[in-house]
């Protein structure tokens, strides 16, 4: 699937929402058994992201390569060459840009309840630790080793969008 899926996008095909369809209906039985008791089925979140997340974070990222994508024994969505792609640096941006900090499994994220647009709009623990949002209501999770901080997304942010380090103001202070 990833090989096909790779090819449609780079040819900015639109048959990729077909080829994304027709390999979910393939695999979406494999992962989600039905059960005689559905409220005692537990998910399998490995499965669910080596069988859906990785494939399309990989033809997104514009590798076909899946032992480009191991750690350790479990394939893993990188989002360094989507980083790439966007200009952002896989560790911290510079001010005026999205920070782009990719979380490794098990590192602290934190949303705020007040100003995210939703949910996955997380900041690492240093953007978080230098925004307005550490006065807010928050939530802190816990990675699952896949996303990126959104400082810097004014569309991920109601208000306060960047940190001190990332805000634009500071592009004039460093030039």
């Known amino acids: 699937m990833i090989d096909k899926l790779v090819r449609a996008i780079e040819d900015e095909n639109l048959e990729v929402a077909r080829v994304v369809f027709y390999d979910y209906a393939k695999e979406a039985p494999k992962v989600f058994k039905s059960f005689d008791q559905?409220?005692?089925y537990k998910q399998d979140e490995s499965a669910i992201k080596s069988t859906f997340l990785v494939p399309i974070a990989m033809a997104y990222c514009g590798t076909e390569d899946v032992e480009e994508m191991k750690q350790g024994e479990e394939t893993v969505a990188s989002m360094f060459k989507l980083n790439e792609q966007a200009g952002t640096t896989?560790?911290?941006g510079r001010a005026?840009?999205?920070c782009g900090y990719v979380f490794k499994e098990g590192?602290?994220?934190?949303?705020?309840?007040e100003c995210a647009t939703d949910p996955t709009c997380v900041l690492c623990q240093e953007c978080?630790?230098?925004?307005?949002h550490r006065n807010h209501k928050y939530r802190m999770y816990?990675?699952?080793?896949?996303g990126y901080c959104d400082c810097g997304d004014a569309d991920a942010w109601t208000a306060h969008y960047a940190c001190s380090?990332?805000?634009k103001e500071n592009v004039a202070k460093i030039q």
């Open 90 to 92: 896989p560790g911290r």
């Open 142 to 146: 816990t990675s699952n080793g896949s």
């Open 107 to 113: 590192e602290p994220t934190f949303s705020c309840r």
């Open 96 to 98: 005026g840009q999205m």
């Open 165 to 167: 380090t990332h805000s």
């Open 128 to 132: 978080f630790s230098q925004s307005a």
């Open 38 to 40: 559905p409220w005692e």
